[in-house]
């Protein structure tokens, strides 16, 4: 049996970022880590993500399976988060393209965030495929603890979600806590919800000398 073939959006942010003041976050680590790991079981990853340099290679083909893929929407260049919503159909029109042209055949979608499962959603229409969405953060449960006003998401977020909780395949929740606030805030039916929580990569997160470490952070003594 062939390996199976995945399209993962993350659409509002690039999992390659590192530039300063970019919207770099747990998201963008998340993905590309989750794909590295799927792409090393065999797995055909590429994720679609919005340009925001037109200096950025169409393809970045980051390892064995897996590529990253930034397409135009807009302005290429960084806009702020709650301007990109408009942009969404602008978006899946070329990735239907690239999907043409490379006459390539998904299995499956994997969303990322609301704004990609907007375009997750157009596509699994377009091309009858699943789709799962991971959400990372939940607009009605932002706005329970939103200290002001500007702090609150508004309704087109909320109702992106309640409609993304309804028309997927699968969501997965990265706690018990956040399968929890699906059910009961948004109705999401319990049998679609599945909670893969983060891990830790230990080659990078691990216990070290005490003394070792003060001299790398620069710890004076005492400290």
């Given at each position: 049996?062939?390996?199976?073939?995945?399209?993962?959006?993350?659409?509002?942010?690039?999992?390659?970022?590192?530039?300063?003041?970019?919207?770099?976050g747990g998201l963008n680590v998340y993905v590309l880590e989750l794909s590295?790991?799927?792409?090393?079981?065999?797995?055909?990853?590429?994720?679609?993500?919005?340009?925001?340099?037109?200096?950025?290679?169409?393809?970045?083909?980051?390892?064995?399976?897996?590529?990253?893929?930034?397409?135009?929407?807009?302005?290429?260049?960084?806009?702020?988060?709650?301007?990109?919503?408009?942009?969404?159909?602008?978006?899946?029109?070329?990735?239907?393209?690239?999907?043409?042209?490379?006459?390539?055949?998904?299995?499956?979608?994997?969303?990322?965030?609301?704004?990609?499962?907007?375009?997750?959603?157009?596509?699994?229409?377009?091309?009858?495929?699943?789709?799962?969405?991971?959400?990372?953060?939940?607009?009605?449960?932002?706005?329970?603890?939103?200290?002001?006003?500007?702090?609150?998401?508004?309704?087109?977020?909320?109702?992106?979600?309640?409609?993304?909780?309804?028309?997927?395949?699968?969501?997965?929740?990265?706690?018990?806590?956040?399968?929890?606030?699906?059910?009961?805030?948004?109705?999401?039916?319990?049998?679609?919800?599945?909670?893969?929580?983060?891990?830790?990569?230990?080659?990078?997160?691990?216990?070290?000398?005490k003394e070792i470490s003060k001299k790398k952070i620069n710890a004076t003594?005492?400290?």
């Open positions: 049996m062939l390996p199976k073939r995945l399209a993962v959006i993350s659409y509002h942010t690039c999992p390659l970022s590192d530039e300063k003041d970019t919207e770099i590295k790991r799927l792409a090393r079981k065999g797995f055909q990853i590429d994720i679609y993500t919005r340009l925001i340099d037109p200096e950025s290679p169409e393809i970045v083909d980051v390892e064995k399976n897996l590529r990253v893929i930034h397409l135009p929407a807009g302005s290429e260049k960084k806009l702020p988060k709650k301007e990109l919503l408009q942009y969404v159909p602008a978006f899946v029109e070329p990735v239907s393209a690239f999907i043409a042209s490379e006459k390539l055949v998904y299995d499956s979608i994997s969303a990322h965030y609301y704004m990609s499962g907007l375009v997750g959603l157009e596509l699994k229409r377009r091309y009858q495929l699943p789709m799962s969405i991971t959400f990372h953060t939940l607009a009605l449960m932002k706005n329970l603890v939103a200290r002001d006003e500007d702090e609150k998401e508004d309704l087109a977020r909320v109702q992106a979600e309640m409609l993304l909780v309804q028309e997927s395949d699968a969501i997965l929740a990265t706690s018990e806590a956040d399968a929890l606030y699906l059910q009961t805030l948004y109705g999401a039916n319990a049998k679609k919800v599945g909670v893969v929580t983060p891990g830790v990569d230990l080659t990078s997160f691990k216990p070290i000398d003594e005492g400290k």
